[in-house]
């Protein structure tokens, strides 16, 4: 007998969502903030190559932490940022999702109404790039 049924929170409990052109806009105007210019193409490049990495090293079994990210962009770029300023980005990158969180899949409010009286429900996610809280 189950005790316990655990899902996978992206793309089982939420639809997946992606917040590229809120952060690519953010980005852009933050560099426009420090009077460095670029092409959007090479914004775009950057961002890409740093965020559309594999969730894990699966051989390693290591996390890209978005700070990471945040630094390997910034170095494609050639642009140095401080530290702070590099937290201050992630901050803003996660606060993009907590403003317009992604929505429950069709059905899985029922679902999960219905198992929770016999059952523990466990959810479980990696981050990407908005942290775990």
């Known amino acids: 007998m189950f005790e ?3 899902f ?8 997946n969502k992606s917040y590229t052109i809120e952060r690519l806009q953010f980005l852009t ?3 426009k903030n420090k009077k460095l210019s670029m092409s959007t193409t090479s914004l775009k490049t950057a961002f890409k190559s740093s ?4 969730e894990r090293n699966y051989e390693e079994n290591e996390h890209i932490y978005t700070k990471d ?6 170095d494609l770029l050639n642009i140095y940022l401080e530290n702070e300023e590099k937290q201050g980005i992630k901050d803003k990158f996660e606060e993009f999702m907590l403003r317009n969180p992604p929505q429950l899949k069709k059905g899985v409010k029922q679902i999960l109404e219905d ?5 523990k429900i466990g959810l479980i996610s990696n981050t990407g790039i908005t942290h775990g809280e």
Do not use: A, C
């Open 69 to 74: 990210r945040i630094s390997k962009m910034f």
């Open 29 to 31: 105007q933050y560099l």
């Open 8 to 15: 996978d929170l992206w793309n089982t409990i939420f639809v």
């Open 4 to 6: 316990v049924i655990t």
């Open 51 to 54: 965020f559309d990495l594999p």
């Open 115 to 119: 198992l929770k009286s016999d059952y």
